[in-house]
């Protein structure tokens, strides 16, 4: 059964610092992996997209990178902003559905 | 596009009581799922459909059913609910998206549950 962690649960940083987000998943043998974020109260919005054949996936401030050997992707923010404050989580495609982990919940202090 | 549809948005049971949370997009997508949502647990699959008429128990199915009506709608049934069910429910479907062209899944606004 996969199993997908996130860590650090929670953080807050200051306003224009960069972000790092970590997920590691178990089986290694996994499709896609997929970043979400999540407002409070709303659904998810999709992130960014890694194919299993990639190494990184970048969208504006975003970049994700992908390491299937050590089973572990990492999200980088750049120059964080208060409206980047929410929860972001990881899911990785095994097979026919997608495991999530349990998220960061980031604040950005102005 | 409205993408995936959610009704209702928050609904309150007591203990017995039976509902249905309904589900629909208009993405032309074969697959849908049904997730709930806890704190500090992320999401866990309670039901998923493939393809028209046909579907599948997830991770936590017990004390749900579902019915995949067309290839539109998707809907998840407490026939009767228990406070356990407390939670906030997540319709999703997984298809080719529009501006990528990557398999991806889409998700509802959500379902917020409350058993007493």
Known sequence: KQEVTQIPAALSVPEGENLVLNCSFTDSAIYNLQWFRQDPGKGLTSLLLIQSSQREQTSGRLN????????????????????DSATYLCAVWDDYKLSFGAGTTVTVRA | ??????????????????????????????????????????????????????????????????????????????????PSQ?????????????????????????????VT
């Open chain 2, 86 to 114: 407390t939670s906030v429910y997540f319709c999703a479907s997984s298809g080719i998206g529009t501006g990528n062209g990557r398999y991806e899944q889409y998700f509802g606004p959500g379902t917020r549950l409350t």
């Open chain 2, 1 to 82: 596009n409205a993408g995936v549809t959610q009704t209702p948005k928050f609904q309150v049971l007591k203990t017995g009581q039976s509902m249905t949370l309904q589900c629909a997009q208009d993405m032309n997508h074969n697959s849908m799922y049904w997730y709930r949502q806890d704190p500090g647990m992320g999401l866990r699959l309670i039901y998923y459909s493939a393809s028209e008429g046909t579907t599948d128990k997830g991770e936590v199915p017990n004390g749900y059913n579902v019915s995949r009506l067309n290839k539109r709608e998707f809907s998840l049934r407490l026939e009767s609910a228990a």
């Open chain 1, 64 to 83: 994700a990178s992908l390491d299937k050997s050590s089973g572990r992707s990492t999200l980088y923010i750049a120059a964080s902003q208060p409206g």
